[in-house]
């Protein structure tokens, strides 16, 4: 399986253009970014291009398994390309970033539903939310009790002439 952009997409029938391969660079160097990075990213490297380009791009490689989109609840559309392995997501609430977790147990979906209601299932699609260990640390520095004032005792205050 080559994984060298320009034949992926060839392999797919897909025009191989420099705002697909540049949307895919982004993508690939920045998982879970959202379409507006990835459309500041991609005109650093190739000069202009508009908002409903990358778009189109990104739409055109999520349809075709290329990219995966994701969107936590709350926060705009997400892509990676991590493609194919059913993993999963921690979402931190405070400073909304987010990772991937393995897949919580065995092989795709991962998950059995108690009734599948006759849905041949595929995908399941699991966000562990929660904080971040950084928001974490900047939560207990915050609350961090500050040291008690130290009290000038007589012979530290200076004495005036």
Do not use: F
Not at 92 to 98: D, K, L, M, Q, S
Not at 100 to 112: F, N
Request: with cysteine.
């Amino acid at each position: 399986m080559t994984t060298e952009p320009s034949e992926l997409l060839r392999s797919r029938g897909i025009q191989v253009t420099a705002q697909r391969l540049a949307v895919m660079r982004a993508v690939s160097a920045h998982p879970h970014v959202t379409a507006d990075v990835v459309a500041e990213i991609v005109r650093s490297e190739i000069g202009a291009i508009s908002l409903q380009s990358v778009y189109d791009a990104l739409t055109l490689l999520v349809a075709e398994g290329l990219i995966r989109r994701i969107q936590p609840a709350g926060s705009p559309a997400r892509y990676e390309d991590r493609v194919g392995d059913n993993h999963h997501h921690l979402i931190c609430r405070i400073c909304g970033r987010v990772v991937d977790v393995e897949c919580a147990v065995g092989s795709a979906p991962c998950l059995s539903a108690a009734d599948s209601r006759g849905y041949e299932i595929d995908e399941a699609e699991v966000a562990y939310w929660g904080r971040c260990p950084d928001c974490i640390a900047q939560a207990r520095t915050a609350t961090a009790p500050s040291p008690p004032a130290r009290r000038l005792a007589r012979r530290d205050v200076p004495e005036s002439n």
